[in-house]
Nanobody, 121 residues
Framework: VQLVESGGGLVQAGGSLRLSCTASGQTFSNDAMGWFRQAPGKDREFVAGTRASGGITDYADSVKGRFTISRDGAKNTVYLQMNSLKPEDTAVYYC???????????????WGQGTQVTVSS
């Protein structure tokens, strides 16, 4: 399984970015995709997750109302639309894939390489 993220970059506070992550390989048994982020000197934290069965979506409190996770099953791609970005959203964002949505990063089996998001004030 391989996960490839794209869409990171530099944006001013209040702006928007959309991250994409495409999964390839034997993904059929893994129904959930998610996003984590890690800022310098901080632990990796859950941002959002979605599971196709049951139509489940979950968000960290810090991004609720600003970020939206969506999925295109036909393309094996998950998106993270990020609006009203804040400097504290600056981090490396990682895509994940597994059988369910977990808040603990240790429970996710597959990870992308990460994409940098920088929000300037």
């Amino acid at each position: 399984v391989q996960l490839v993220e794209s869409g990171g970059g530099l944006v001013q506070a209040g702006g928007s970015l959309r991250l994409s992550c495409t999964a390839s390989g034997q993904t059929f048994s893994n129904d959930a995709m998610g996003w984590f982020r890690q800022a310098p000197g901080k632990d990796r934290e859950f941002v959002a997750g979605t599971r196709a069965s049951g139509g489940i979506t979950d968000y960290a409190d810090s991004v609720k109302g600003r970020f939206t996770i969506s999925r295109d099953g036909a393309k094996n791609t998950v998106y993270l639309q990020m609006n009203s970005l804040k400097p504290e959203d600056t981090a490396v964002y990682y895509c994940t894939l597994d059988q369910d949505v977990y808040h603990a990063p240790s429970l996710w089996k597959y990870w992308g390489q990460g994409t940098q998001v920088t929000v300037s004030s």
